[in-house]
């Protein structure tokens, strides 16, 4: 018969490895979502943005963000908040993106600082253009 410590410690080692496990998934996912264009073109805007590098500082980086809700992406669109940083200040970086054509665009990113409940908009689509048709 097993004993109660021998299945203690199968289960602490089954626990530890579904945890790790999870960990490593999640890297795997935020290492992907790095990866892509709509994430490398949303930070290129950031951080060409004049306005965001007075208020954050030089050099911006990522401070993090969640693979789960509210961030989202699937093969036409993307939305991500994710954590900011620079020498003067932290805040959040939101962007929307769409694909067209297999070309990612970024359609909507705001910056928010901490301690602060305004947005500044760095890139603003025009979504009021009229369409004309020729008839």
Same mark, same amino acid.
């Given at each position: 018969m097993i004993s109660n410590r021998a299945l203690w410690k199968t289960s602490v080692y089954i626990a530890i490895g579904g945890m790790t496990s999870v960990m490593i998934m999640r890297s795997i996912l935020k290492d992907r979502v790095r990866k892509t264009e709509?994430?490398?073109?949303?930070? *290129? *805007?950031?951080?060409?943005?004049?306005?965001?590098?007075?208020?954050?500082?030089?050099?911006? *980086?990522e401070a993090g963000f969640d693979i789960g809700k509210p961030n989202y992406a699937d093969a036409k669109e993307a939305y991500f908040e994710i954590g900011v940083k620079g020498p003067k200040n932290i805040g959040k970086m939101y962007f929307w993106a769409v694909s067209e054509n297999e070309k990612w665009t970024i359609d909507r990113l705001?910056?928010?600082?901490?301690?602060?409940? *305004?947005r500044l908009a760095i890139v603003k689509k025009a979504h009021d253009a009229e369409v004309v048709k020729n008839e």
């Open positions: 709509y994430y490398r073109e949303a930070f *290129k *805007k950031l951080r060409a943005h004049e306005g965001a590098q007075f208020l954050l500082g030089e050099p911006i *980086k705001e910056l928010e600082l901490r301690n602060d409940d *305004k």
